[in-house]
């Protein structure tokens, strides 16, 4: 890669990852308003969500096989104006269909994006592949902080959800300039066969990694989703429901802190520790975190900031295990992405239906086993064929 070229690299990489990020952790946000605004019931929310992660699932499988095929730069522009576009057009939509089909778009280029910008970093950077996944991933912890902050302060001053929707296209429009301009080369799409995805499937050792991802992104949904719901659920010390979700909007701020800051560091800590070592640890270091943090919710509910560093790392790590056991990048990237939607989505349910059955405390434990689960498959994790 050309030096001129570097800057464009580290541009749309992080630049995306942020936005990404900051998208991500304002829906719950932007709903609120969109409820009251196009008349949406709590029905008709929940079926938008299942929308946007249909869309994000089917993007982040497609893309992942179509990037190997055709070419990283292709699918980066064809995730970059379906984003664009869904964001103008949902932002223009004043009824719930319109607002559906623009949402689905937005879902789709969601995932194309994540996917397409996330196999830069094997393409580039395949030595270094771990630390700079962590990097990355920690651009995208802070679009989450600082996003949702820019956002209440918009709402604060009356600007309406529709304009920030289209602010947001107007970066992604900058996005597609400067990746129109970039120059990769031709063997950075490769010509891959179905057979070939296929038997990516059919790898065991790929496989294990993927089940990690999909137990950890569990976990992770579940506490961001369910946590205020959970805190606001407890006796604390006499404290009132308005304080309880004050409490529960910190804590999740914090977490969200504390996540990224460990995202920054973990590239340092996967360089000393390697790969496996930092799963086993940092994945015992969650499960002792969530119990403690859990057993002390009612007296130092604080203690999730540490259950937030702990979970930090593994994510990112663990993508850098799995795309070091293929050669097809994007693919992997691709099946990565798909266990997280159906992590969070399986989390969402299952949390869900226990919660509505046996109370909300008991669903919110779940979060331990899941934690539990992905700690115990550390330990069958190669970070290659060869160990």
Known sequence: MAN????????????????????????????????????????????????????????????????????????????????????????????????????????????????????????????????????????????????????????????????????????????ILVLSSLKLEKAQGMDMQLSDFVHILSQGRLLLVIGFILFYVAAEAAFLNFFPIFYSSLDVAGASAEEKMVTAAYVISSFAMLFTVGRFIGGFINLKLGDRKTLILFSLFSLIAIIASRYFASQFVYLFMVFGFAMSVLFPTASAVATKLTDKSGSTMGLIYVASGMGGAFAGWLIGQVSQMYGVSLGFNLIIAFVAIFFVLTFFIRENPEN
Do not use: C
């Open 4 to 175: 001129q070229q570097k800057w464009k690299v580290f541009f749309l990489l992080f630049v995306t990852m942020f936005l990404l990020g900051g998208i991500q952790n304002t829906k719950g946000l932007i709903l609120e308003q969109v409820q009251h605004d196009i008349n949406l019931n709590m029905g008709q929310i929940g079926t938008l969500i299942m929308f946007f992660q249909i869309g994000f699932l089917v993007a982040s499988l497609l893309t992942g096989y179509f990037t190997d095929k055709k070419g990283l730069k292709i699918m980066m522009l064809i995730g970059s104006l379906m984003m664009a576009v869904g964001l103008v057009g949902t932002s223009l939509a004043f009824s719930v269909l319109l607002f559906f089909g623009f949402y689905l778009i937005v879902g789709l280029g969601i995932g194309s994006m994540l996917v397409s910008i996330i196999t830069v970093i094997p393409t580039f950077y395949k030595e270094k592949a771990g630390m700079m996944f962590n990097v990355s991933n920690a651009m995208f912890g802070v679009g989450m902080i600082a996003t949702p902050l820019i956002l209440q302060q918009l709402f604060s001053h009356h600007v309406s959800w529709r304009l920030f929707y289209v602010g947001i296209a107007i970066i992604v429009a900058i996005i």
